[in-house]
């Protein structure tokens, strides 16, 4: 037997006291008279010899019981070979709160059972030991140590939450604050240790105990709606868009008639419905078309229960009125340029010579085309460079008699490939990079080989250094570059070896190349909103800025409203949400009550797959901690379990009742013996 308290032994001197009441009472004798002793002789020795007997049961009932009350002060157990947690301690109790824990365990939610554990883990304590209660919020609150009143408080007032925090995330969190606590560091993770979260890429310091409680129900079945994207980067009015949707089946069982459908405008229509094998991913494409330009809404949804929270995938997409396109001309306008944009509907193109352009004005433009100048002043490249960084598209048809000297300045301003020598002679293009976005899904596969590609009659040879990050779009029989592209920060710089003009290159009267060629140029303006957002994991979002002052406040306007931090960066600024979005859905920019951009938040999909892991698994993730697994029933309470853990076989209940007992037993001899 142990105490956790020894120095309360201390007390046991008191014992001395009964012991002295004794010898200077109870052995006093007084001298009483009497006429005749004779008669008495016999009945006198009975008596004493009685009375003698009596004050030693009182005497060590008095001792027992003072006995017993010092060792429940000290409080005595018996050990069971852990190791026993003696003065006060630090406990740092994690209650996951995602969304997994909704699910039922006979019909009671897995957070409801996992909030009762862990009142009987802050029960089982003392009132001098100090508490953290931690969930996946994370939230300053939870960040010290508090009274166990305040701690049981905050168990209350826990609820589900989108967020999610890895379990190695979490476990780094309760040591650190724990480190602020007292002596003894015990930690409590009550889970279901959802597979997806609960891996562990470092681990904590081994010194302090961990203790994990399962709370796991049945694996239930699960369909998740996981991304969705456009196969084109601008969604175009009164055209069958093509969305590709992803869903996943995470269950081990395959699932038959899952049922897609879309909400747009408000108004909600069936796409289909699918089989989807056991643990496996479909991709479908949905046609989404519209009239009206603008933002637009849509939300995909599926047909799923019992967990639902990834059933619906939020999208929103800005539909241009049009797509505008400026040609710099060093002279006149190239007429075949300017007949494609005229029959392409929801392109507008601006036409305009080099000396009367409008600085100021190149970011309203998704595509400049510099159509054969000569050279290119400073002021117009220090523009360039800034408009492609911060997103937009130029294609570049050098002149034949440009100034090398000057255009390789402003080439090397972009960091793409420079021009060398001209060569004036025939060269025919004969290979396509249908890979990349350009030239993917222009042609069909069985037409490849009778296109009729471009010819040139002179044209530059363009370096081809690695660090510049060249991509060939069409190259000619020899493999040297016809076209190249570069992604320089959010845009694209597209290079042509040779000229525009038609003494040199028959490109632009070859429809079947230069057509689709300038379409998805100008599509893939990297200016474009991405569709959707996820929530706690895309904190960052940009907007297009207004360039009206540093002091514009932005409003994020939907579900929840804040105002979020911002940072201006040339023509683009950057949001942080910080935290401050909870519930999927749509949200606005707003500046001046006027919307400037649209967004939309779907929940992190990575509870969606609901595998757990049992006891053998944890103890295998966590090998060589100082480590326990408390696995209950889930109906079980835990609370005993915790203090056999932490303070042994307690003794002291039974001293407490055995110093009653021996105070009863000497009030009765006091009071009955005679």
């Not at 006979?106 to 009762?116: G, N, R, V």
């Not at 294609?395 to 020598?421: I, M």
């Not at 001046?592 to 892991?613: C, M, P, T, V």
Request: aromatic share 10%.
């Amino acid at each position: 037997m142990e105490f956790i308290y020894p120095s309360f032994l201390w007390a046991l001197l008191a014992l001395a006291l009964p012991i002295i009441i004794h010898l200077f009472y109870f052995r006093r004798f007084k001298k009483v008279e009497f006429t005749n002793v004779r008669f008495l002789k016999e009945i006198k020795e009975e008596t004493a010899s009685r009375s003698k007997l009596k004050n030693l049961l009182v005497l060590l009932s008095r001792l027992l019981a003072i006995a017993f009350l010092v060792f429940a002060f000290a409080q005595p157990f018996l050990s069971d070979g852990q190791n026993i947690k003696k003065g006060d301690s630090a406990i740092s109790v994690f209650v996951d709160n995602s969304f997994s824990m909704n699910a039922l365990s006979s019909d009671t939610p897995l957070l409801d059972i996992a909030k009762e554990k862990a009142r009987q883990v802050v029960n089982a304590y003392s009132e001098s030991d100090q508490y953290q209660i931690l969930t996946h919020d994370f939230e300053g609150r939870h960040q010290r140590l508090v009274s166990k009143e305040d701690a049981l408080g905050l168990i209350d007032e826990i609820q589900i939450t989108p967020e999610v925090k890895t379990l190695d995330k979490v476990i780094n969190r309760q040591m650190q604050v724990m480190d602020l606590g007292e002596e003894n560091k015990v930690s409590y993770v009550l889970s279901d240790f959802q597979k997806s979260i609960s891996g562990v890429t470092m681990l904590p310091d081994t010194s302090y105990e961990l203790n994990l409680v399962p709370i796991q129900s049945v694996q239930e079945a699960n369909i998740s709606i996981d991304s969705a994207w456009f196969d084109s980067p601008v969604p175009m009015p009164n055209q069958n868009n093509k969305l590709v949707v992803e869903i996943t089946n995470h269950s081990d069982e395959a699932s038959e008639g899952v049922r897609l459908s879309m909400n747009q405008d408000g108004e909600e229509k069936p796409v289909g419905s699918f089989n989807i094998a056991a643990r496996s991913t479909i991709v479908d494409t949905v046609n989404v078309s519209f009239i009206k330009t603008g933002y637009q809404d849509a939300i995909l949804k599926v047909s799923d229960y019992p967990v639902q929270f990834d059933d619906e995938y939020y999208l929103t997409f800005y539909a241009k009125e049009n797509i505008k396109v400026l040609s710099i001309n060093n002279g006149g306008q190239n007429r075949y340029l300017t007949a494609v944009f005229n029959g392409l509907n929801n392109f507008e193109l601006t036409n305009q010579a080099i000396n009367k352009l409008q600085f100021d004005r190149l970011p309203e433009y998704d595509l400049i085309v510099l159509n054969d100048l000569t050279s290119i002043s400073s002021g117009l490249s220090s523009e360039l460079q800034s408009y492609v960084m911060d997103g937009g598209n130029t294609l570049v048809f050098p002149s034949a008699n440009a100034d090398k000297e000057n255009y390789n300045s402003f080439l090397g301003s972009l960091a793409v490939d420079r021009l060398e020598g001209w060569t004036q002679e025939q060269r025919e293009v004969s290979r396509v990079n249908t890979d990349e976005f350009i030239f993917s899904d222009v042609f069909l596969s069985n037409n490849k080989n009778n296109l009729k590609l471009p010819i040139t009659q002179g044209n530059y040879a363009l370096t081809n250094y690695q660090s510049r990050g060249q991509e060939k779009l069409l190259s000619y029989r020899d493999g040297k570059v016809y076209l190249a592209k570069y992604a320089k920060g959010r845009g694209n710089v597209y290079l042509s070896a040779a000229p525009l003009a038609t003494d040199y290159n028959d490109i632009a009267i070859n429809a079947e190349v230069f057509v689709p060629m300038l379409y998805k140029m100008a599509l893939a303006s990297g200016l474009r909103q991405e569709i959707a957002y996820t929530i706690g994991s895309d904190e960052v979002v940009s907007v297009e800025y207004s360039g009206r002052s540093d002091d514009i406040v932005y409003k994020i306007d939907g579900p929840s409203e804040f105002i979020p931090a911002q940072t201006n960066t040339g023509n683009t600024t950057f949001l942080s949400m910080n935290d401050q979005i909870k519930k999927a859905g749509f949200y606005s920019v707003k500046l001046d009550q006027e919307e400037k951009s649209r967004l939309a938040f779907n929940y992190d999909r990575i509870e969606s797959d609901l595998g757990y892991f049992n006891s053998d698994q944890l103890e295998a993730q966590f090998e060589g901690l100082n480590l326990n697994i408390l696995d209950t029933q889930l109906d079980a309470d835990i609370g005993a379990s915790v203090s056999e853990k932490d303070k042994g076989i307690p003794l002291w209940r039974w001293c407490i009742i055995l110093t009653l007992i021996f105070l009863a037993i000497e009030q009765l001899l006091l009071r009955f013996w005679t």
